[in-house]
């Protein structure tokens, strides 16, 4: 019973909060176009939490994320605003994002510096180069092209209802498609099940022969990769670019990642976990909306959410041993 409730729970949690704002709110919640805005609104956190997944199956954490969404925003807006074309102004905020996700790495797996402690310096640093590269303002108008925000706009037209056409989203698509790879490169590769053997026991790993350095560099350097492509998708959705607007990413991407590790039997993460995880706080955050719930008491549930999913993985850990 215990076992069922470890591994269904946060299932069962997701059921029963889609039907309570799917009786709280009969006319808007529960249809099509809902649920197509609602996975256009996680997208970003998704792309993020994602690759964050890359990090925490080695048991690591990466505090930066939300920070570097903001500058590879900044950095891609300031480009555009520079005459750089699309594609090149894209190449270069998601270079910043792989070198800022190397640097955590570099710091953790060769100077040895613990990962909450070096991603902690790093969110500072990236965020004060996102204010110093922007003296601090919003970038947004004519400095953002049409053809860089259209793309959030956009969508594959699926069916006409109500006179309106739903279509499916390009960021969802976008999240969609890196949902796959990380599941691929965790669950199909070499790669990835070193990774997990780290996450098990590092030393042991280093004695089988696993190259635990240069591995946790690299899949810190996704994970910084990650958080650019979710920063520039969050700058296409609002047209605009500001030093902070990656802020509360972070927190949001570590909660979707605990959340979908209490489904994990061995309270591991795993990716498509991750997707649920993702799920509930998009449902949650959408619902609340609705109901014209305040900001700052949906911050109080994540807050809790992100406090009860340690507590069971942590619970269920220790009724492994």
């Not at 956190?45 to 570097?68: C, H, N, Q, R, Y």
């Not at 790879?181 to 790669?191: A, F, K, P, S």
């Not at 911050?299 to 069971?312: D, M, N, Q, R």
């Amino acid at each position: 019973m215990a076992r069922a409730i470890r591994r269904y729970g946060t299932l069962v949690g997701i059921i029963a909060v889609v039907l309570f704002f799917w009786i709280s709110l009969p006319d808007t919640f529960m249809t099509a176009r809902n649920w197509l805005n609602i996975s256009q609104q996680v997208s970003m956190l998704a792309v993020i939490a994602f690759t964050m997944t890359i990090v925490m199956v080695m048991g690591d954490f990466d505090l930066s994320v939300g920070s570097m969404a903001s500058l590879a925003g900044i950095v891609a807006a300031l480009a555009f605003k520079a005459g750089f074309p699309v594609p090149a102004a894209l190449a270069l905020a998601l270079a910043v994002g792989l070198v800022g996700g190397l640097l955590n790495g570099m710091l953790v797996s060769y100077i040895g510096i613990l990962p909450f402690v070096a991603t902690l310096g790093t969110l500072t640093i990236f965020s004060g180069l996102a204010f110093l590269i922007s003296d601090g303002k919003t970038i947004f108008g004519t400095d953002i092209p049409a053809g860089f925000s259209g793309f959030a706009r956009g969508g594959i037209p699926l069916f006409e209802t109500g006179g309106q056409m739903v279509s499916l989203p390009y960021l969802t698509l976008a999240a969609l498609v890196v949902l796959f790879l990380v599941w691929v490169l965790l669950e199909h590769t070499v790669y990835g099940r070193r990774l997990y053997a780290i996450g098990g026991n590092a030393e042991a790993a280093r004695l089988a022969g696993v190259r635990v350095r240069i591995l946790r560099f690299s899949a810190f350097g996704l994970t910084g990769l990650g958080a650019a492509a979710g920063g520039l998708m969050y700058a296409a959705r609002v047209a605009s670019a500001n030093p902070t607007q990656g802020s509360g990413l972070m927190l949001s991407a570590i909660a979707a990642v605990f959340l979908g590790m209490t489904m994990s039997e061995e309270g591991e993460p795993r990716v498509l976990a991750t997707f649920f995880g993702v799920l509930i706080l998009g449902v949650l955050d959408n619902g609340l909306t609705q109901m014209s719930v305040d900001s700052y008491i949906r911050e109080i549930l994540i807050g809790t959410i992100i406090v009860l999913a340690v507590a069971s993985s942590s619970l269920s850990k220790l009724s492994q041993r």
